[in-house]
């Protein structure tokens, strides 16, 4: 799989203890602000090979970027 772009890290906090991190990658698309995107979200370490894809539009928000990988995480 190739170099992954602008990686997002997500830590999952209780209180004061890690619980996991997610990392969102881009794998395909640009930075036009109306791109749609292929990105990939993993849980901690594992390989990329693992994550889950989806979608997402470049000129929308992080926030929505990462609600977007927590949820294609969820329906797994």
Not at 34 to 49: A, K, V
Not at 50 to 70: P, W
Request: aromatic letters at 10%; hydrophobic letters at 35%.
């Amino acid at each position: 799989m190739e170099n992954k772009i602008m990686p997002i890290h997500i830590p999952i906090y209780v209180n004061d203890k890690l619980i996991k991190t997610y990392h969102i990658g881009r794998v395909s698309g640009g930075t036009d602000q109306e791109s749609i995107n292929t990105y990939l979200i993993i849980e901690d370490d594992f390989p990329w090979e693992t994550g889950q894809m989806f979608n997402h539009r470049y000129g929308d928000s992080i926030e929505t970027c990462v609600i977007k990988g927590i949820n294609a995480m969820m329906n797994t």
